[in-house]
Every structure is written in C-alpha cells, then in structure tokens.
C-alpha cells in the first residue's frame, strides 16, 4: 500500500497544524512506507509474541529496509490472503518463509534467495514412519498452499488424505489429536517445534531423496517498484556480516552463505 504523501512545493506557510494532519513528520521529508504481509504462524521465521510479530524473517527484513532506505510496517495477512494481497497490490511486498519456485514465479517476482530449507516429516514417538514414502496412504497434514502440499501431491498425486489447512499451526494441532498421523512442512519449523514442545514427544524425519532443497526468497507483485532496491540492499545485508549476525542469534550457528549464490 503506497502511504505516500507528497506536499506540494511552494506552498509556504502551511501551519504546524495542517501539516500534522497531513500526516508529515513535520521535517517536510517524503519517505515512503511500505506495507510487508506476512504469516505469522511459522516459527522461527514468523511467529507472534502478544501484538508483535517476531522471528529470522522479521529481523532480516528489518536491516534490509533500513539498508534500503524505506520506511515500512509489517501486516499479518494470512497464507493465502499474502498471495491475494501481492497480485492486487495491496502489499509492497512479502516475506514468510516463502519458497521461490517456477510456479510462482509466473505471478510474481523474488529476490534472490535468502536461505536454504527442505520439507521435513513431524511425526509421533514411536511411529513407524522413516521415509516420505511411507506416508503413502496414511492421513497427512499441511498447510495449505505451501510446497509440503504439492511435494506430497507429486508423490501420491491429489488425495483426500492429504489434510489441507489454512496455517501451520492447525496442521500440527491436527497431529496432537491424533487426526493425522503427520504434518510435512519446512525442517527448520517443525524441528523448532518439536524441541520447543518435548512433552507432545514428536520426532523428526528427514528425507533428502523425496523432498527436494529449496530457496526462500521476498516476494513482490511482478513487475513492482521496490524490489531492485529491495534486491540490492538484501545483497548488501548478506556481504556485510549483518545476515550472519541475524541467523546465529536465531540459528545458534554459523550461516552458508555460498549456498545462496547461485
Ligand atoms: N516454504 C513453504 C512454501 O513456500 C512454506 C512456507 C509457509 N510460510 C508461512 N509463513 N506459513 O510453500
């Protein structure tokens, strides 16, 4: 959403009070502040604390605005809504651990990519399950729309046991009661929760074969106006140590920032 207020030059004399009204900062500067959607319901990339969102996506996305120079607010949009929102421009952009793939980038543009994931299985202590390939006729759960969606969908192709949901937290609420028998979703977010909730004891497992690396990139509406600048000063961020920084405080280890050159 483009808050931007121009005054008009040569008007002089305006009072302190139109000019408050008009929403100025009162030093007749012109920046522009722009509207980010996000989902927060993905730990640790977004999530909320009370009103405010907070995570690895929230606190890049905060030094690359400030390298870029834009003023910005962040809006908590929804999954699916986020997308709605990108095509009618009602966002400036998005970030929410968002996969660049060739799918969407037919609707939309990305930056370049900002961190590396994979699909991960969350399951029950003592399940059975090792693989992707054994949740072949078992009830699973995702968040709808997301790329754990459609890895399954190319794996058992569209199946009523698939459970699709609108955030990721219904998704793992559908395994705690025993309505799925697993949710499949980006590792670093299913490996939080699993550690960060030890009395539903749940594990982990990875499968590198049947799930495929993938990029997260900030999304724009195709063709907008800020993402060059956006682009660059996230190229910045990652060369000047400020991404390092960022990821060990919420990683607790040492970023591979060569994975992202490509
Ligand atoms: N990386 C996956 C995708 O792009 C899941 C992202 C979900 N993000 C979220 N904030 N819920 O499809």
């Given at each position: ?23 100025s ?9 722009l ?26 996305l ?16 929804g ?7 990108l ?38 202590d ?18 709808n ?32 009661n ?63 140590g400020?991404y390092a ?5 919420w ?12």
């Amino acid at each position: 959403m483009k808050m931007k207020q121009k005054l008009k030059t040569g008007i002089i004399g305006l009072s302190a009070v139109l000019l408050a009204a008009c929403g100025s900062t009162g030093s007749g500067s012109d920046a522009e502040k722009l509207t980010i959607g996000t989902d927060a319901a993905y730990a640790p990339f977004e999530s909320l604390e009370g009103e405010k969102i907070v995570g690895f996506d929230v606190d890049l996305l905060d030094a690359v605005m400030k390298e870029a120079g834009f003023d910005y607010e962040m809006k908590n949009t929804g999954w699916e809504p986020l997308f709605i929102a990108l095509k009618n421009k009602e966002v400036d952009a998005g970030i929410s651990a968002i996969t660049i793939n060739d799918d969407r980038k037919k609707t939309y543009d990305f930056s370049s990519p900002y961190f590396e994931s994979i699909n991960m299985i969350l399951a029950k202590d003592g399940t059975s399950i090792k693989s992707a390939k054994d949740l072949e006729g078992k009830k699973v759960s995702v968040q709808n729309g997301t790329t754990g969606q459609e890895a399954l969908e190319k794996m058992f192709g569209k199946s009523e046991n698939i459970k699709k949901f609108e955030n990721n937290t219904l998704a793992i609420q559908a395994l705690l009661n025993g309505e799925v028998e697993a949710v499949v979703a980006d590792n670093a977010v299913v490996q939080e929760y699993a550690k960060n909730n030890p009395d539903k004891k749940l594990v982990t497992i990875t499968d590198q074969e049947n799930f495929e690396s993938e990029f997260y990139g900030i999304i724009f509406p195709k063709d907008g106006e800020h993402q060059e600048k956006i682009n660059k000063a996230l190229k910045k961020v990652i060369e000047n140590g400020k991404y390092a920084e960022i990821y060990k405080e919420w990683f607790g280890e040492e970023p591979n920032v060569d994975a992202l050159k490509q």
